[in-house]
C-alpha cells in the first residue's frame, strides 16, 4: 500500500525558515516525480515544486523560486522541501505528492499519491 508522510510543519517568524519531510513506503520510490503543493482554506491546491524520479533538475513555481529547495533520496525513500524567507503569504497547508516517471509536474490530476498534508504557519 503506497503511503506519503509529511512532517515538519509548524509555526514560524517571517523571514524564518522551515524544512518539511516526506517519507514514502509501498512504492518504487525512484521511479516516481515528488512535489510538494500547497493549499489554503477555500483556494485550489497549487504547485510549489517537483524533482523528477532521476533528480537531474528541480521545478518551482515563481513564487517561491530562489526561497525553496526540493531535494530527495531515493536511497532513503525521502523527500524535502527546504523553506527560507518565509513570508505569510506561505502559510498554507503542504502536501506531498507522487507521479510515475515524468509527466505534467504542475497538474495534480498528474499525481497519483497524496500524503494527509502538514501544516506551516508564518506569522509574529
Known amino acids: 500500500q503506497a503511503q506519503l508522510v509529511e512532517s515538519g510543519g509548524g509555526l514560524v517568524q517571517p523571514g524564518g525558515s522551515l524544512r518539511l519531510s516526506c517519507a514514502a513506503s509501498?512504492?518504487?520510490?525512484?521511479?516516481?516525480?515528488i512535489a510538494w503543493f500547497r493549499q489554503v482554506p477555500g483556494k485550489e491546491r497549487e504547485f510549489v515544486a517537483a524533482i523528477p524520479y532521476d533528480a537531474k533538475r528541480a521545478y518551482y513555481d515563481d513564487s517561491v523560486e530562489g526561497r525553496f529547495t526540493i531535494s530527495r533520496d531515493n536511497r532513503k525513500n525521502s523527500a524535502s522541501l527546504q523553506m527560507s524567507s518565509l513570508t505569510p503569504e506561505d502559510t498554507a497547508d503542504y502536501y506531498c505528492a507522487a507521479q510515475q516517471w515524468f509527466g505534467y509536474y504542475r497538474e495534480r490530476a498528474s499525481y497519483i499519491y497524496w500524503g494527509q498534508g502538514t501544516q506551516v504557519t508564518v506569522s509574529s
Open positions: 509501498g512504492f518504487i520510490f525512484n521511479r516516481y516525480t
